[in-house]
């Protein structure tokens, strides 16, 4: 049993929680659902011990100690929590890294490798019956920095049960960065968990499919219950979303991207070897594969931040990279939204309103054309907070926002619907199917078949 009892949540002033109550039973495993801040993150925050209530307690029936400090380590060994920014954790402090750090040798010697992050809990992994696609074993050499999202995700959560097994989990959207194959797989290592070790979850998310153990569904709006009862699964839900009219795209045969015998080698690890590809203006294509097949590091190229973009025969707007145009004059032309941009923004330190951090990462913006895409995506009270109280969905919005503010010739979107809600993600396909214009080129990275269904005509897999 866990009773939340009466919490007060106050952040830089502002009131969030208040007199907040809610009861977990312990035959229950809760989906928080609700709108971008509504509130879930920061309840598994509490959940976690990871907040300070100005009222009221959190009660677990795992924690029977007498001491303040039993109690707080009782709660430290029992209560497991994954963030759904899984890199922040490891970025905390080191302002020494970069956000095209995992592509470069310099200052390496800074970043831990994931057998030094496991310590002496690495031995424990044969006795785990993990699955096969969220084994980690084959990471275990390779640097923090150099994982993918989704492989981020796997080296928490297999790190926190080799710590002991938890009675409680919770999971800020575990699934977004997962591959299908890595979706399943989670859903399965979940139950399992939950049958054998008789573990307690608790998760946020917005549309997946869910572990079979999920019964009771809780929805916040506002820092308050919307509604609580029995969860109805619909495994079938991601298949059901119908693509709305493809955008008009022009059928050319200029060369936008051309990448000819593509070799990228990290020590042992072979990420590309002799890969081809060529994208034509106003094509619109797919980049799919699992996690850790080298999708991100190929826009990497594309968009010359990675350190081997000019050692690689790669051609943009037909000139041959390294013919004479400067890193600037590349990106001039391509608007360009990634995960990494989230992850090394390191939110939790950034002081500015969502509305000064636009305005300083684009230095000439014009200003009409923000207040219409505020207003559109009804974002006038996210400008307004601290970056560093944005939810998960509230932040993807604000690069979402950043990244649309001009029309390029090139449009490299990697993910870019995680951590949305429904709503925002209906918005922002309706304000990409508005704006979109027919000659630009769009290549999309996705773990979803409707996105592929609806934005692409073509697709490489990696």
Known sequence: MISIKGIDVVKSGVKLFTDFSWEVASNENWLIAGRNG???TLLLEALAGKTHFAKGEIQYDFVVSDTWQERYEEKRRFISYIPAHALHT????????????????IGDDKVPTVRDLMGAATAGLPAMEIPESLS???LLGVKITRLSNGQLKKFLLIKSFLKGIPKLLLLDNPFEGLDHGS???LCGFIDFIVERYAVQVILVDHHHHLPACINRTLTLENFRIKTAGIFA??????DKITPLAKPAHVNSHEEVIGIRNLTLKYGDLS??????????KGQRWALVGRNGSGKTTLFSLIFADHPHAYAQDIRLFGRKRGTGESIWDIKRRINYLGPEQVSYLNPK??????AEYIHDVNKFLDQTVLGEMVKYFDAAAVMKKQVRHLSSGELQLVVVMSCFLSDRELLLLDEPFQFLDDIQKQRLTKYLLQHLKAETTLVLITHYEHDIRQWTDQKVEI
């Open 38 to 40: 509504s509130g879930k």
């Open 90 to 105: 490891y970025l905390n402090g080191n302002q020494d890294l970069f956000y095209q750090q995992r592509y470069y040798d």
């Open 136 to 138: 980690i074993d084959h």
């Open 183 to 185: 979706r399943e797989d």
């Open 233 to 238: 699964p619909d495994a079938a839900a991601e």
């Open 271 to 280: 990420l590309f070897e002799n890969f081809n590809l060529r994208v034509n």
């Open 349 to 354: 330190g950034v002081l500015m309103t969502a």
